[in-house]
């Protein structure tokens, strides 16, 4: 890992930030480590495994933002919820399926 040891803790959170807050006013999220690496003495290669690592260190899935890690949750929660409702549709279907083909008791 070039770079990494040689420097501290604060500097590569700061290229992190950096990347973070401007990757907007980039082409594209690699534009943005390719120009903001060189500021603080890297490759960018170097730059995307700190950002890698910041990531996983914030329990987020690499690569991605905050927020669509927030939204990755969330929809998990939501399938999850639809899975035990679906469970609990299948049962009352087969519970009135068993019914209707009981004979009627008079």
């Known amino acids: 890992?070039?770079?990494?040891?040689?420097?501290?803790?604060?500097?590569?959170?700061r290229a992190v930030r950096?990347?973070?807050e401007h990757v907007g006013e980039?082409?594209?999220?690699?534009a943005a480590v390719s120009s903001i690496a060189p500021k603080f003495g890297v490759t960018p290669e170097t730059l995307r495994k700190w950002i890698r690592q910041a990531e996983a260190d914030?329990?987020?899935?690499?690569?991605?933002t905050?927020?669509?890690?927030?939204e990755l949750r969330?929809?998990?929660?939501?399938?999850?919820?639809l899975k035990r409702?679906?469970?609990?549709l299948k049962s009352a279907a087969s519970f009135f399926a068993a019914e209707l083909d009981r004979p009627a008791q008079r």
């Open 1 to 13: 890992m070039a770079g990494t040891s040689r420097h501290s803790a604060e500097v590569r959170q």
């Open 18 to 20: 950096l990347v973070q």
């Open 26 to 30: 980039y082409p594209s999220w690699w």
């Open 58 to 64: 914030q329990g987020a899935r690499p690569g991605s």
């Open 66 to 70: 905050a927020e669509e890690s927030a």
């Open 74 to 81: 969330r929809l998990r929660r939501e399938v999850a919820e």
């Open 85 to 88: 409702a679906n469970e609990i």
